[in-house]
């Protein structure tokens, strides 16, 4: 807590406010409660990725800055997941106006400014319309903290063995501050760049739901 919010704080209380003090702790309190604690150690990996490869409905929330074309821009997104179809919301920068992916394995529909488009692949649709690559089909999987299932990929681990980086296909995924939800760690900050073309994408500040379906 800032030292200007402990004066407040006191403050108030100094000045029999205790009602309102107590307000302003209690959604303080709150507001640092609202994160999930620092992930343990993983000691076994197959374990883990196997608990990951299970957890099929999900929401995640956050923001992604997009670096792409000497160009940067930091929508917020909100992922919700249900076994393999997903809904992708990107609004509140001045390139994305509420935009909306939805879709499947080999289908999916993009909406904008009351435009709706379909394609076979969200990659092709994201990179036509935002003119940025976000290799969604890769990503559902990466963002989890597990590598897709298309090819092989090289994956590294910190001291306390967990995961740090995945490289597949030419990206290279990197997690920070993993955070634990039950039995399963999820990152709350999820970096994918590819030095090819000069794309980074940094998901930042993820808080994630689990066991969320849509309709």
Not at 23 to 41: E, Q, R, Y
Not at 64 to 86: A, C, F, G, K, L
Not at 119 to 127: F, G, K, V
Request: charged fraction near 20%.
């Amino acid at each position: 807590m800032s030292s200007f919010l402990l004066y407040l704080v006191t403050s108030l209380c100094e000045k029999n406010h205790a009602f309102f003090a107590s307000l302003i702790m209690v959604g303080l309190m709150s507001g640092c409660t609202n994160l999930a604690p620092p992930a343990v150690d993983n000691n076994n990996w197959i374990d883990q990725r196997s608990q990951l490869q299970d957890l099929e409905s999900w929401q995640l929330r956050g923001r992604v800055n997009v670096r792409y074309d000497n160009e940067s821009h930091t929508p917020r997104i909100q992922w919700q997941h249900e076994d393999r179809d997903y809904r992708i919301r990107l609004w509140g920068t001045f390139n994305v106006s509420n935009t909306t992916l939805v879709g499947r394995p080999g289908f999916v529909t993009f909406e904008q400014d009351g435009r709706v488009l379909t394609a076979a692949s969200p990659e092709e649709l994201i990179l036509q319309q935002l003119g940025y690559e976000l290799p969604v089909s890769y990503l559902e999987f990466w963002i989890k903290g597990i590598p897709a299932p298309y090819s092989l990929a090289n994956l590294e681990f910190n001291e306390l063995n967990q995961l740090v980086s995945i490289n597949q296909d030419g990206w290279t995924v990197t997690y920070t501050d993993p955070r634990q939800y039950g039995l399963v760690t999820l990152p709350r900050r999820v970096e994918v760049t590819r030095p090819r073309n000069d794309i980074r994408l940094r998901f930042i500040g993820l808080n994630w739901s689990l066991d969320q379906s849509f309709n």
